[in-house]
């Protein structure tokens, strides 16, 4: 019997799964209008997730393979917190632009990570794949452990970038044109 709870979870699922699978991809593949990998990478590089492109894939596929398997409802404890912990550190990103996305800030990331991560908590409702699996790959076990490790690893690629920016030689100053000119002259 479908509940009101298990049709909302559902809802739920689909939506915040079904917007991670298309940013993810904009990042992998450049659909939906996305920068694809090899830009996608080149950016993660210029602001200190290197390498790049390892750092795109791990991004990419937190966001489409969290989202779709959040929006199929199986392994949900696991995606909603590998959603999460992708989220932490896009929320770090816009964090200095204040809260809301209309100035670049966090409220997107951080309602795409919340939501996920209480989807991790609850679990997915009896219209998922989990469900009808028997709740094998979403035991409370998994759900302490996949949500347990969220934070420190979240905490780690920020560091880990900061660490990256603060090592990294300042950026020389751009030549003025007069000077490119007699150069070339």
């Given at each position: 019997m479908t509940t009101p709870r298990d049709l909302g979870l559902l809802t739920l699922r689909?939506?915040?799964?079904?917007?991670?699978?298309?940013?993810?991809?904009q990042k992998l593949f450049g659909w939906f209008g996305g920068a694809g990998l090899d830009k996608t990478a080149a950016g993660f590089d210029r602001i200190g997730f290197r390498p790049g492109k390892v750092n795109a894939i791990a991004a990419g596929l937190g966001e489409a393979g969290g989202g779709a398997l959040l929006a199929a409802g199986v392994g949900t404890a696991g995606a909603g917190a590998a959603?999460?912990?992708t989220m932490i550190v896009a929320t770090s990103m816009h964090a200095a632009n204040g809260f809301f996305s209309s100035n670049g800030g966090f409220e997107f990331?951080?309602?795409?990570?919340?939501?996920?991560?209480?989807?991790?908590?609850?679990?997915?409702?009896?219209?998922?794949?989990?469900h009808a699996l028997g709740h094998r790959l979403n035991q409370p076990w998994?759900?302490?452990?996949?949500?347990?490790?969220?934070?420190?690893?979240?905490?780690?690629?920020?560091?880990?970038r900061r660490r990256n920016l603060a090592s990294a030689p300042p950026e020389a100053p751009p030549v003025p044109a007069s000077a490119e000119a007699d150069a070339s002259g």
């Open positions: 689909f939506g915040i799964g079904g917007t991670l699978v298309a940013h993810g991809t959603i999460a912990g990331p951080a309602v795409l990570g919340a939501s996920a991560a209480a989807l991790a908590l609850t679990g997915p409702g009896a219209l998922s794949l989990d998994m759900r302490a452990l996949a949500l347990a490790a969220v934070v420190p690893a979240a905490a780690a690629v920020i560091t880990r």
